[in-house]
């Protein structure tokens, strides 16, 4: 039952790291479509070095969005699964050692401060 759970969330996290490196792709593609856009606006009579804040604000109006939420689905991944590491590894016996080290590692950080305080 628990292996499924984590075969679950390692598919959660790879749909999610795949999505987020499609908003990077995305994010590309929008930075070459609006050179060529600034490009053709130059051609016509714009004159960036005059407008230089029009074309920042262009250019972040168009990535900005799909940058954001790469790096957030991105993130999301991580906590995912670094945090179902934890969970699982205290409620079953077979984990991986990651997992338990990780527990292990945080329950003596606990146990200093918890002593720390029981002094004062």
């Not at 039952?1 to 999505?19: A, C, D, G, P, R």
């Not at 016509?44 to 954001?68: D, M, R």
């Not at 003596?108 to 720390?116: A, L, Y």
């Amino acid at each position: 039952m628990k292996l499924k759970k984590m075969e679950k969330v390692q598919k959660v996290t790879l749909v999610l790291n795949i999505i987020a490196i499609v908003m990077g792709i995305f994010a590309i593609f929008n930075i070459y479509t609006s050179h060529i856009y600034i490009l053709s606006l130059v051609e016509k009579g714009f004159n960036p070095s005059t407008q230089v804040t029009e074309v920042i604000n262009y250019y972040l109006t168009a990535v900005t969005p799909y940058v954001f939420y790469g790096i957030c689905l991105a993130a999301l991944s991580y906590i995912i699964k670094n945090n179902v590491c934890l969970v699982d590894a205290n409620n079953t016996t077979k984990i991986e050692r990651e997992c338990l080290e990780k527990v292990s590692v945080e329950s003596n950080e606990d146990d200093e401060i918890e002593m720390f305080f029981k002094e004062l």
